[in-house]
């Protein structure tokens, strides 16, 4: 069970580093304000 929860752990951590990446492109591209606006959502 510990074992299952890391893997779920290490799943969470990609999927909000992935997200972080397409924000980080839409804000490049002028669609996203700059992080600190954009930290409550």
């Known amino acids: 069970m ?3 929860k890391k893997i ?3 799943r969470e ?3 909000r ?3 972080r ?4 492109k839409l804000r490049a ?6 992080v600190e606006a954009s ?3």
Do not use: C, D, T, V
Request: proline fraction near 8%; charge should be positive.
């Open 13 to 15: 951590l990609e999927r």
């Open 21 to 24: 990446e397409k924000r980080k």
């Open 2 to 4: 510990a074992r299952h």
């Open 8 to 10: 779920e752990r290490r």
């Open 39 to 41: 930290s409550s959502s």
């Open 17 to 19: 580093r992935r997200r």
């Open 29 to 34: 591209k002028g669609l996203l304000p700059p």
